[in-house]
């Protein structure tokens, strides 16, 4: 049985097999990531009112944070400059408090398998 290479992105490797979303897995791969950097969707304010949240950047379509029902739909969006603009503003806080929201700085090596 022969199967076709995997495509190789940086240094993750991807398969177009995985639950036939293969073509926009790598976007799919990247939104994660920036919610693993601590970021809420790019329209959060909008989509997600039941739970407020700080806009570190203005909204942007093609956000790679945006979030769509249908996920094929985040094969149009890459990683922004608001993406970046946002991660820098969340990692340079430096408050205790940020538009009444309380600022939280988790230690890694405080967090046991119960956190």
């Given at each position: 049985m022969h199967s076709s290479?995997?495509?190789r992105t940086g240094p993750f490797t991807f398969s177009t097999r995985f639950f036939g979303i293969g073509s926009y897995l790598p976007n799919i791969l990247r939104h994660e990531l920036g919610h693993i950097l601590g970021l809420r969707h790019d329209n959060a304010a909008t989509c997600e009112p039941e739970?407020?949240?700080?806009e570190l950047s203005l909204e942007n379509p093609l956000?790679?944070?945006?979030?769509?029902?249908d996920p094929s739909r985040i094969r149009a969006c890459s990683i922004q400059d608001s993406d970046v603009t946002a991660v820098r503003k969340l990692y340079s806080l430096n408050q205790s408090t940020l538009k009444g929201f309380d600022v939280i700085t988790v230690d890694p090596d405080t967090l046991d398998e119960r956190n």
């Amino acid at each position: 049985m022969h199967s076709s290479p995997i495509p190789r992105t940086g240094p993750f490797t991807f398969s177009t097999r995985f639950f036939g979303i293969g073509s926009y897995l790598p976007n799919i791969l990247r939104h994660e990531l920036g919610h693993i950097l601590g970021l809420r969707h790019d329209n959060a304010a909008t989509c997600e009112p039941e739970n407020p949240s700080v806009e570190l950047s203005l909204e942007n379509p093609l956000s790679i944070m945006n979030f769509y029902r249908d996920p094929s739909r985040i094969r149009a969006c890459s990683i922004q400059d608001s993406d970046v603009t946002a991660v820098r503003k969340l990692y340079s806080l430096n408050q205790s408090t940020l538009k009444g929201f309380d600022v939280i700085t988790v230690d890694p090596d405080t967090l046991d398998e119960r956190n």
